[in-house]
Nanobody, 115 residues
Framework: QVQLVESGGGLVQPGGSLRLSCAAS????????MAWYRQVSGNQRELVAS???????KYADTVLGRFTISREDAKNTMYLQMNNLKPEDTATYYC?????????WGQGTQVTVSS
């Protein structure tokens, strides 16, 4: 059984920064590719960034240059550093992994960018 728990969301002004964390339990974290998704109510969940087991990162065009995904395997934790936040980044952010052919999601953490 895999459990993912996000934290770090909140209210921030445009141009501000937040760091999200995803704490994982269950599998050997180092062998699991991880990702961050986000969803605005009524819209589909979209991929924000992903990180491979070797630390290779990919980003959606909308966040490239502003967000940084990373992982710390010794702590079973993944991060998303979000800088220069914009109102359109407002969403619920979810941690995701696929393990043994199953998808796992966290409960989500709300990020609101507003003045």
């Amino acid at each position: 059984q895999v459990q993912l728990v996000e934290s770090g969301g909140g209210l921030v002004q445009p141009g501000g920064s937040l760091r999200l964390s995803c704490a994982a339990s269950g599998p050997r974290f180092a062998v699991v590719p991880m990702a961050w998704y986000r969803q605005v109510s009524g819209n589909q969940r979209e991929l924000v960034a992903s990180v491979s087991t070797l630390g290779y990162a990919k980003y959606a065009d909308t966040v490239l240059g502003r967000f940084t995904i990373s992982r710390e395997d010794a702590k079973n934790t993944m991060y998303l550093q979000m800088n220069n936040l914009k109102p359109e980044d407002t969403a619920t952010y979810y941690c995701h992994c696929s393990y043994q052919n199953r998808d796992y999601w966290g409960q989500g953490t709300q990020v609101t960018v507003s003045s």
